[in-house]
Structures are given as C-alpha cells and as structure tokens.
C-alpha cells in the first residue's frame, strides 16, 4: 500500500477518489456494457463539480465521496496482477547490473555491442565519480 507522505492537493485527493471509484465499479459490474454505462455515470458526476471554486464546498463534496465510496465498496475488489496486493506483485525481480560481470566470456560475446557499451559507460561512471568525489585512497582499497 503506498501511503503518501507529503501533503497531497485537493485535486490529486479527487483524481485519487475517481481512480478508486472506478475500480468499484468495475468489481460490482463484472459485464462490459453495464460497467461502461456506469463509469460514464461516475464521470458525469464528478465533470460536473468540476468548476466548484469554494473550497469549504470542495472539501465537502470530496468528504461526501468517500463516505459514499466507503459505504458502497465491494467485498472483493479487483487487484490487478502487477498491482501491489496482486497475485503477480513484484514477481519478476530485477537483477543488479553486477551479475552481468561474472557473465561466462562466450556468453558475453553474443552480446559485443551490448558489452563493448558498457564498459564504457562503467569508465564514464568512474571518471565522473573521481571528479565528484576524488579518487579513493589506495591504503582503503586493500583490506
């Protein structure tokens, strides 16, 4: 779950509320065509305080939103599989880029290009951190 941790605007909290909605809508109507119907009917309602300017009106419109959202949630709601709480969620993990230096040298040499390119950008990395930083001393390279 991805909690915010700065301050969120008014218009992310609506745009967030929607977002939400929608999903609820989509788990209750599980049938294409009535799921469209009612997603432009969810739309219509939020197009049309749209140009609410009052901002004690705002806020009372997206207070009645989530208590309306709140009392009309569904049981089960619809994770997709990539989606935090899906079923596939984080389940291809990203490997670092240094597993690609223990690579076999016949398996890095169907990949040249590839390879060639990065060892160049690992000099360029290293040139711009020396400039950054200074080079390390050479007492604290060997343990």
């Not at 909290?13 to 799921?35: G, H, M, P, T």
């Not at 009372?60 to 969620?89: D, I, M, W």
């Not at 990949?111 to 000099?123: I, N, V």
Request: hydrophobic fraction near 35%.
């Amino acid at each position: 779950m991805n909690i915010p941790t700065g301050i969120v605007s008014h218009s992310r909290q609506v745009c967030s509320l929607y977002k939400r909605a929608l999903r609820n809508v989509e788990a209750w109507y599980d049938r294409r065509e009535i799921f469209r119907y009612r997603a432009v009917l969810l739309r219509k309602r939020f197009d049309d305080n749209r140009d609410v300017k009052d901002m004690a009106v705002a806020a009372r419109l997206l207070e009645e939103g989530e208590k309306e959202l709140f009392n009309t949630t569904h049981y089960q709601l619809v994770k997709k599989a990539n989606s935090p709480g899906g079923c596939a969620y984080e389940r291809e993990v990203e490997l670092p880029d240094w597993v690609l230096d223990y690579w076999h040298p016949l398996e890095k040499a169907q990949y040249p290009e590839f390879f060639a390119k990065r060892e160049e950008r690992k000099k360029q990395y290293i040139q711009m951190w020396e400039a950054q930083y200074g080079k390390p001393d050479p007492k604290d390279l060997h343990h």
